[in-house]
């Protein structure tokens, strides 16, 4: 399977705890991109990866949120001090641009569920 | 500022029947379009992308789209649903330049037998 791989699938802790989310993009890819999806809305772009090099953070993302590229490789979204509004699905996405357009391939996602 | 505006948030068909899922867009500039799919506790999958090539876009599954500039429209459709095609359905906007998507609050769609 080439596809793009999330771990974990699901994550239920409380309120105050840290988590942190792996994301595998498709090899070659050197875009990545995380995704927040709440219950009945479309995704909300969270940050974008080019390479290793973190180029853009939504303001969605408190300073609570941190994510990581290292190598240009996998990709790690953390979230410190968990809130109830942080449950979600987090969707991590990646892309190769060829052409003019970015499409991009997602991943099954991470809910997260805080109690 | 791009946006997307998908009217019903949840669409009921026959099988058989045929299937339309409206997508509206706003962009001040050409728009790359797409349409995916997401099945209970899945990920996105592409189902199809608009890129000014040509304004009919086939797509997986039997769905194709229609770009249509001057209703600033994007809407999906399938001649006939299956019990299969029961889903949500997204419509996404991107223009050159940028890397983001911006998407629709989505349209559940459910076939009935």
């Known amino acids: 399977d080439t596809g793009v791989s999330q771990d974990p699938r699901h994550k239920i802790t409380k309120r105050g705890q840290n988590v942190t989310f792996r994301c595998d993009p498709i090899?070659?890819?050197?875009?990545l991109y995380w995704y927040r999806q709440t219950l009945g809305q479309g995704p909300e772009f969270l940050t974008y990866?080019?390479?290793?090099?973190?180029?853009?953070k939504s303001r969605l993302l408190s300073d609570r949120f941190s994510a990581e590229r290292p190598k240009g490789s996998f990709s790690t979204l953390e979230i410190q001090r968990t809130e109830q509004g942080d449950s979600a699905m987090y969707l991590c996405?990646?892309?190769?641009?060829?052409?003019?357009?970015?499409?991009?391939?997602f991943g099954p996602g991470t809910r997260l569920t805080v109690l | 500022a791009q946006s997307v505006t998908q009217l019903g948030s949840h669409v009921s068909v026959s099988e058989g029947a045929l299937v339309l899922l409206r997508c509206n867009y706003s962009?001040?500039?050409?728009?790359?379009l797409f349409w995916y799919v997401q099945y209970p506790n899945q990920g996105l999958q592409l189902l199809l992308k608009?890129?000014?090539?040509?304004?009919l876009v086939k797509g997986i599954n039997g769905f194709e789209a229609e770009f249509k500039k001057s209703e600033t429209s994007f809407h999906l459709t399938k001649p006939s649903a299956h019990m299969s095609d029961a889903a949500e359905y997204f419509c996404?906007?991107?223009?050159?330049?940028?890397?983001?998507?911006?998407f629709g609050t989505g349209t559940r769609l459910k076939v009935l037998a």
């Open positions: 996405a990646s892309s190769a641009l060829a052409g003019v357009v970015d499409t991009q391939y």
């Open positions: 090899s070659e890819h050197n875009r």
């Open positions: 990866f080019q390479n290793e090099a973190q180029l853009e």
């Open positions: 962009s001040s500039v050409p728009p790359y």
């Open positions: 608009y890129t000014s090539a040509a304004t």
């Open positions: 996404a906007v991107s223009v050159l330049g940028t890397y983001k998507y911006i």
